[in-house]
């Protein structure tokens, strides 16, 4: 692909959107466009529209969209489901009308059944119902993914989805009230540690397994779509190799240097018990992690603490 290719990334300040913007950078991309929320709130049609009629972006890439754990979508159902669909409706649609060719959905690994078979394999979306915790945004974000699909059918462009597993890295969310887990616990235990190594309440059993990929792997996948041209219409993205939250737990209590006890508070919801991605499909194309989880956590917890003072609304430099 031409290094020139205007592209635009939808969400570009986010976790995982700024990560996409580094790394096209340093590969030497130099036509991207952005738009923080406050500039371009894609919840509104008429804005997204006039806004990829002006741009004319030749790919787009949507890294935009109302994330967060269990505790925010269980109480916020309404603008998990409403806002996750019109912010990837107006991006898909305005891209097919302006005749954008080549458009990059991000799903997740929680959109697949509660209950399905592991590892998961991309066949088994829609197979059975889903984990009740996080059903709104599932839901959108499957709706996401089949009107990729409709279009990649129906018109031959190249929408393809990926589904990212659990993801983590610079720029990640560490306020406890919206947080995925694995940031939550990096501050929990630096906290603790810095109030002389106090006792670490964490949620659920500790039993569900999980896996974990460093944010700029993500990107490079991102990358390698968008250079490649994917013959299907969605790819797992993720290590291939999970852990229990215990064993995470323990990990990030050592990165950390907490000395203190982990109390597992087992009145809180665990979530699926297992969720590990086949990421063969991707192997297969030649895409594979390269950061391993210790030195991903390392790299986090070393940018958590460089940042301390403004982790919650970090701006791109
Ligand atoms: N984080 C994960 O573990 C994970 C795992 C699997 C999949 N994903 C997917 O990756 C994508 C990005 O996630 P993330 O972790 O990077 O989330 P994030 O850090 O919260 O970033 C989300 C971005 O979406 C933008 N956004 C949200 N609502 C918007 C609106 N109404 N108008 C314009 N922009 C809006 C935000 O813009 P502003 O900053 O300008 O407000 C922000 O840049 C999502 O599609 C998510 O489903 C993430």
């Avoid at 060719?101 to 959109?111: P, Q, R, T, V």
């Avoid at 974000?141 to 129906?154: E, L, Y």
């Avoid at 087992?266 to 991707?282: E, F, H, N, Y």
């Avoid at 594979?288 to 430099?317: A, P, S």
Wanted: proline share 4%.
């Amino acid at each position: 692909m031409n290094k020139n290719t205007k592209i635009y990334i939808a969400g570009h300040k986010g976790m995982v959107g700024s990560a996409i913007w580094r790394t096209l950078s340093e590969n030497g991309f130099s036509n991207l466009i952005g738009a923080s929320s406050k500039e371009l709130d894609l919840r509104n049609q008429q804005a997204v529209r006039d806004f990829i009629k002006k741009e004319n972006p030749e790919v787009i890439i949507d890294a935009a969209a109302r994330v967060g754990g269990i505790l925010a979508n269980n109480d916020f159902p309404y603008q998990f489901i409403m806002e996750n669909m019109q912010i990837q409706n107006n991006l898909i649609d305005s891209a097919l009308q302006n005749d954008v060719d080549k458009f990059i959905f991000l799903g997740s690994s929680c959109i697949y059944p509660k209950l399905a078979p592991q590892p998961l394999k991309e066949e088994y979306l829609l197979t059975d119902t889903l984990e009740p915790t996080n059903e709104w945004y599932a839901i959108a974000k499957i709706t996401g993914v089949k009107t990729c699909q409709a279009i990649r059918n129906q018109f031959g462009k190249d929408y393809v989805s990926l589904m990212p597993t659990n993801l983590y890295g610079t720029y990640d969310n560490f306020d406890l009230n919206t947080s995925h887990v694995l940031p939550a616990m990096i501050r929990k235990f630096h906290e603790a540690k810095e109030n002389n190594h106090a006792p670490v309440t964490l949620w659920g059993s500790g039993l569900p397994m999980r896996e974990f990929l460093f944010v700029d792997d993500m990107a490079k996948a991102v990358v390698f779509a968008l250079e490649n041209k994917l013959p299907d219409y969605l790819y797992n993205v993720g290590t291939g190799e999970d852990l229990t939250i215990k064993e995470l737990a323990e990990i990030i209590q050592e990165i950390t240097g907490h000395k203190g006890e982990i109390i597992w508070d087992s009145t809180k919801p665990d979530g699926t018990p297992r969720k590990l991605m086949d990421v063969s499909k991707m192997h297969e194309l030649g895409w594979k992690h390269q950061v391993d989880l210790k030195e991903g956590i390392q790299k986090t917890y070393n940018w958590f603490l460089e940042n301390t003072e403004n982790f919650k609304q970090v701006k791109l430099k």
